[in-house]
């Protein structure tokens, strides 16, 4: 079965990095797009970043762009994320997706603090 576990997360400083992976099994994953979402206390789900199947395309939110990288290895069947210049509002719940399955990993926590 289709299995998405993220991992990465932490608590940061504002201005700090983390480095988020997500680690894929039960598909094909060299074969999808695939996504990174967040979800802060009370909020909807906020699509933060996609990435083509071969790496090929990425797009981001506005509100993430230019301090946040989303990258893949399909040798490896991992989805990355690395975030810098963190902000307060970063702070989130951070779930890798396949948009074709609408398939979604539990998360990890991501907390901008000082």
């Known amino acids: 079965q289709v299995q998405l576990v993220e991992s990465g997360g932490g608590l940061v400083q504002p201005g700090g990095s983390l480095r988020l992976s997500c680690a894929a099994s039960g598909f094909i994953f060299k074969t999808r797009d695939m996504k990174w979402v967040r979800q802060a206390p009370g909020k909807g789900l906020e699509w933060v970043s996609s990435i083509r199947y071969d790496g090929g395309t990425t797009e981001y939110a506005d509100s993430v762009k230019g301090r946040f990288h989303i990258s893949r290895d399909n040798a490896k069947n991992t989805l990355y994320l690395q975030m810098n210049n963190l902000k307060p509002e970063d702070s989130a719940v951070y779930h890798c997706?396949?948009?074709?399955?609408?398939?979604r990993g539990p998360g990890t926590q991501v907390t901008v603090s000082s």
């Open positions: 997706t396949n948009p074709t399955t609408g398939d």
